[in-house]
Every structure is written in structure tokens, then in C-alpha cells.
């Protein structure tokens, strides 16, 4: 069966610092895989998406993530982290063996500390 | 602008009174979805559907019924809420093409007394 883990419920980071978010996956075919952001009070919004191709994905508001094959991991990373990045972050799967169903990850509260 | 809106924002009800969520999208979207959100169990899918009169269960559908009459609408019905149904819900829609991510709506907070 399809799932997603995100193993951190909290990150911390400071401003300026680096920043990693953690998924992995399980798929029984190929992976589709996406990431959204919800700021507070806000819907979820689409940040990146990895389908096919180079394994270092570029997203909306300066972040990335990376597809490890091997590792069945699809992390979320930032070089340099603001304040205003602070959310709740989603990975998520999608399906396309015949349902065409996401399947969410439990979410990673990101907080960045000025 | 491309966007899903969902109806009401806020949403106080007591409990067995029939209430219905509207959502509603304008990208001619095939697939549409409603999850709900809870502290700790991150996002639950209600119901969706994959095209006009298609609906399907999700992980969590008991109390719940759904429609899909026109491609646009997706209304999510609760016969007789309870308050274990106290929930922010969100209604989603994308293509059925491979890669093609959710849009969301803004979310509807729902109380049940």
C-alpha cells in the first residue's frame, strides 16, 4: 500500500540557517510526489512537485527538495530559512494505479526563530 | 483567477442539524476531494470523486454523504453532525493528469455543539 512518513512533527531552526524537512515514501510504482505549505488560518498550497527527471526539484518561495531513488525519500530543504517560512508542511503521494488518490503525510510544524 | 472556494468559512451547529459545505472550482477540474484536518492525524480524505456522478469513499466517510451532479460542485453533506464531526474540512480539486497537483479552498471550520 502507498504511504508517507514524515517522522519530525516539530523542526526548529534559526533564521539564516539551512532547513530540512523530512518524507519518506512508500509506492508501488513510480512516484509522484508533492509537497504544500499552510500558513495559519490558510488553506494548503502547492510548493513542489517531483514527477520524473533531475532528482533536485525547484519550488515556490526559494525551496527545493530531493528525490533519493534508494532511499525512498523525498526531502524538503531551504539554504537559508526566514521567519515567514514558519508553517505546517505536507509531503504527499499521489496515486495513479486507479484511484488517482493523495495520500498526506501527518504534516511538520516548521518553526524559525529570529 | 483559477481557484477553489469553499462555503462557509465558519460553521457553528448543533448536534443532528443537517448542514451541507459547498465547494466549488472553475478549472474544469476532473477530480475533486474532501479531507479533514485534525491536530496529530494530519489530513483525512472523506470522500471524492473522479468525474460527473463518480463519488467514491475515502479513509474516514462514516457520517458523511456527497454529490457530484455538475463537474464544478462538490458539496459535502452531514445528515445528522455529531460532535466527534467538529473538524476544519477542506475541499480540493485537480486534473486527472499525471503530475498535476490540488488546489485547495480556504478551508470551513466547523463546530458541532
Known amino acids: 500500500a502507498q504511504s508517507v512518513a514524515q517522522p519530525e512533527d516539530q523542526v526548529n531552526v534559526a533564521e539564516g540557517n539551512p532547513l530540512t524537512v523530512k518524507c519518506t515514501y512508500s509506492v508501488s510504482g513510480n512516484p509522484y510526489l508533492f509537497w504544500y505549505v499552510q500558513y495559519p488560518n490558510r488553506g494548503l498550497q502547492f510548493l513542489l512537485k517531483?514527477?520524473?527527471?533531475?532528482?533536485l526539484v525547484k519550488g515556490s518561495y526559494g525551496f527545493e527538495a530531493e528525490f533519493n531513488k534508494s532511499q525512498t525519500s523525498f526531502h524538503l530543504k531551504k539554504p537559508s530559512a526566514l521567519v515567514s517560512d514558519s508553517a505546517l508542511y505536507f509531503c504527499a503521494v499521489r496515486d495513479y494505479s486507479g484511484t488517482y488518490k493523495y495520500i498526506f503525510g501527518t504534516g511538520t510544524r516548521l518553526k524559525v526563530l529570529a | 483567477e483559477a481557484q477553489v472556494t469553499q462555503n462557509p468559512r465558519y460553521l457553528i451547529t448543533v448536534t443532528g442539524k443537517k448542514l451541507t459545505v459547498t465547494c466549488s472550482q472553475n478549472?474544469?477540474?476532473?477530480?475533486m476531494s474532501w479531507y479533514r484536518q485534525d491536530p496529530g492525524l494530519g489530513l483525512r480524505q472523506i470522500y471524492y470523486?473522479?468525474?460527473?456522478?463518480?463519488?467514491d469513499k475515502g479513509d474516514v466517510p462514516e457520517g458523511y454523504k456527497v454529490s457530484r451532479k455538475e463537474k464544478r460542485n462538490f458539496p459535502l453533506i452531514l445528515e445528522s453532525p455529531s460532535p466527534n464531526q467538529t473538524s476544519l474540512y477542506f475541499c480540493a480539486s485537480s486534473s486527472a493528469a499525471q503530475g498535476d497537483g490540488y488546489t485547495f479552498g480556504s478551508g470551513t471550520r466547523l463546530t458541532v455543539v
Open positions: 517531483y514527477i520524473t527527471g533531475d532528482n
Open positions: 470523486s473522479m468525474n460527473v456522478e463518480v463519488t
Open positions: 478549472m474544469n477540474h476532473e477530480y
